[in-house]
């Protein structure tokens, strides 16, 4: 695959805002848009606090942040290159949405191999964070079907890399955090569909062999994912809804999805959302489903993307931000340590609006600093309370190395150094493909290693 050409001059903004999802923290930082690959050298090179690769800011805390360094914006390359509908191998830049790669696909009966809860993310975004579905028990992670892409460094050097090719930068990159270079295109293998519909099927549970018992009989359903509620105690302690569906096999329409029209107009208060607002949400959501099991034939939209219908809703949780917690504990402690943890979440009083509760299967996952691992995977939101939220979040954390397990950086703005390099021991290894150009606020805050001019 040749270079694309390069614009004349990268043209730089001056100092912007550019937030995570979790809006904290937050730096002022000159944004660099990189419209063409060969932009990128220039944009990353000689800078003081070195830069960083940036797709849609949709991880929730500092991966995707550069105190005082050059974010360079890559949603301007967003071509797509190549499609061939025999194999479904599509080739497409970096910065192209998952919205808009749906946008293209599904008229053509294709769907992606593997999505996230929101499909405003990159392809690039994607492939640095290794993400993972409501498939990862049968599909693994998106890495996983990336075929190849090109990686380009700040020296201008460019390898194409694949797991025959490049193998080593091929796996430094696929979780690589954007530190390894640029990832200028990147092909992805589609999976075919005939409808936009999913067979779906909600199950209430009560506590986590409940969920468990579930999880065992569902292995040949291809999504499966649980909404828990951690606020309440005794006999309703990690109640949840089990959620569980397959693409139809019902040939239907296969028209693209429409624009969202609801937009989170503004910030809410800080009290908005709390343990009272919390606890009727989940009572409400619990009982919504009435019957003990309901199956219904759904959009593809409501069931992977509920929260994408209104734009902006992370304003819920006010000015000052949200926390996300989110672990992979192996299948050796997964329950005793769900348990436990969910127990200390109920207890803490700090309420959580979204939580989701999955098995990770045991597909192994291409990138050497992957999340996913096999086992239970529990995803908490938190708002920021001065006081109360960083502490919950150390102990938890603490809980989670404890029980053998790891935490995810896309979500992540809190862990510590050293649970870091408990979690990831291999962070060394993977250090040596750093881009001496790049850094992150989230690679500093847990490593100490800072660009190199
Ligand atoms: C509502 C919601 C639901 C989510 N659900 C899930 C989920 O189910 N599973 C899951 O795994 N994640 C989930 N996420 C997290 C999200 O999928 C990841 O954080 C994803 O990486 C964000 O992509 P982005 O384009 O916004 O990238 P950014 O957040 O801007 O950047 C992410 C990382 O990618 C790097 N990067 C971006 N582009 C490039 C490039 N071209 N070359 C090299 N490096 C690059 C950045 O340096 C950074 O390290 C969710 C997020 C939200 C907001």
Same mark, same amino acid.
């Given at each position: 695959m040749a270079h694309s050409p390069t614009a004349p001059e990268a043209e730089t903004t001056g100092p912007a805002l550019f937030e995570?999802?979790?809006? %904290? =923290?937050?730096y002022g930082g000159k944004i660099v848009p990189i419209?063409?690959?060969?932009?990128f050298p220039r944009a990353a090179s000689g800078v003081a606090n070195g830069a960083l690769p940036v797709g849609?800011?949709?991880? %929730?805390?500092?991966?995707?942040l550069l105190k005082g360094g050059n974010l360079l914006l890559t949603t301007g390359m967003d071509r797509l290159l190549e499609f061939d509908p025999a194999t479904g191998l599509l080739t497409a830049e970096s910065g192209i949405t998952l919205a808009q790669i749906l946008d293209f696909a599904v008229p053509r009966g294709f769907f992606l191999p593997v999505t996230p809860g929101t499909k405003y993310v990159t392809l690039g975004g994607a492939i640095a964070n290794d993400i993972h579905g409501k498939n990862h028990h049968v599909a693994g992670t998106f890495g996983s079907h990336v075929t190849q892409f090109g990686l380009m460094r700040s020296d201008g050097s460019y390898k194409v890399c694949s797991p025959t090719e490049n193998p080593e930068w091929y796996a430094a990159t696929i979780g690589g955090l954007g530190l390894t270079g640029l990832i200028p295109w990147a092909t992805l293998r589609l999976r075919p569909i005939v409808s936009r519909m999913i067979d779906y099927e909600g199950i209430q549970f009560h506590g986590v062999d409940e969920f468990l018992d579930l999880t065992e009989r569902s292995k040949e359903i291809e999504y499966t994912v649980s909404w828990v509620d951690c606020v309440s105690t005794g006999k309703n302690f990690a109640r949840g809804v089990f959620m569980q569906g397959d693409h139809s096999p019902v040939p239907g329409e296969l028209k693209p999805s429409p624009e969202p029209k609801l937009v989170f107009p503004f910030d809410a208060p800080?009290?908005?959302?709390n343990r009272y607002t919390v606890s009727a949400f989940n009572t409400l959501f619990f009982h919504k489903q009435i019957k003990t099991r309901v199956t219904a034939l759904q959009d593809y939209e409501p069931f992977f993307y509920p929260l994408d219908k209104v734009l902006h809703w992370n304003r819920l949780y006010g000015r000052s931000g949200l926390l996300q917690f989110q672990y992979a504990i192996p299948w050796e402690s997964a329950r005793e340590g769900t348990i436990a943890i969910l127990g200390a979440v109920a207890k803490s009083g700090l309420a959580s609006f979204l939580a989701v509760l999955k098995a990770f299967g045991d597909v192994p996952s291409p990138g050497m600093m992957s999340f996913p691992q096999p086992g239970i995977t529990l995803a908490l939101d938190f708002p920021i309370k001065p006081g109360v939220s960083f502490p919950l979040f150390e102990r938890l954390a603490d809980m989670t190395r404890d029980f053998g397990g790891r935490l995810y950086p896309a979500k992540d703005a809190a862990m510590t150094a050293a649970q870091f390099q408990a979690f990831y021991p291999q962070w060394e290894q993977f250090a040596? %493909?750093?881009? =001496?150009m790049l850094t992150s606020s989230f690679w500093e805050r847990v490593t100490g290693d800072i660009a190199k001019i």
């Open positions: 995570s999802w979790g809006r %904290y =923290p937050t419209n063409w690959q060969g932009d849609m800011g949709r991880s %929730y805390g500092d991966v995707c800080g009290f908005a959302l040596r %493909y750093r881009d =001496p």
